[in-house]
């Protein structure tokens, strides 16, 4: 193992990159900790509350802070979600490795302790799409978001500060000196699915794993069993997403497109050179 400890997972390491320098850190749902005793280890920040509600995972991560120096520096706490911090403890709050719908629950139970935060980065596991939906209606802007290969999985990445929620999907699909890509209404919902923020970049990793997507919400369609209204609907409901999705991600390959007039970028303007 390297003298540092070993590597952080692609998933964790972009992550931590998203968490502003200097900042106090929570991460919920911490596990052993690794990305806090990293983020305090590299002096990224210079304090973290792991938060776990799980007894072994907290033993583990004490069993790692006793053999490292960035130790005094972090607090392991039990308990659910955000309810073990004080409102304005933290600055910065990560959380991955759980569902988006866990992470909603942790978000929508502990908001008040989301006082003076400036900075929520989470990494869920499967679709962020009800993670992008709680935090577009509780003034949480996406600021940074990525798709991340982590052992041949997809993982999306959100950054959000508090704002102006809804600028980002205006600007999703617009350049300056542009006419707006052509969409139908039904394009908001799948940008919530797909990230207004990477949807502006378009990088490779986006692109394969939204199309990959629409390939398999198709391949399901053509899989579901049976007649009548249940089965229908649930055919139809995959095909719509499929088709929505499908005209988003080729709308914002074509904006980004080498022959596209305008750098693109998967960073809010707003947080670009900081
Ligand atoms: C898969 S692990 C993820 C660990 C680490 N964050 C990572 O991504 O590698 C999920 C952890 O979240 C913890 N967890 C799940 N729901 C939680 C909640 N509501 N509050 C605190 N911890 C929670 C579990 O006990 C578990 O240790």
Redesign the pocket.
Known sequence: MPPDGPPLSAR?AAALALVPRGARLA?????HA??ALRAVRDGRVPSAVA????AA?LDAAANALAGDGGGPSITLRR???LLPLAPGEVDAVVC???GAA?MVG?LAAGRERLTGVVRLVM?PVGAAYPLRIWLRANGWAPVVERVVYDGGRAYEVVAAAPGDAEAPYRRALRRPGRAPAELPGAYDDALMRVGPVAARRASTDWLRHWRGEVGRWRALAADVRGEGPRADHRRADLSRRAAEVERVVDAAARYNSPSAPSAASDVAPEERGR
Do not use: H, P, T
């Open positions: 964790l991460d919920v749902g911490a596990g690794r990305l938060i776990d509600r799980s995972a308990g659910d979600g991955a490795g759980l866990a942790l990494v």
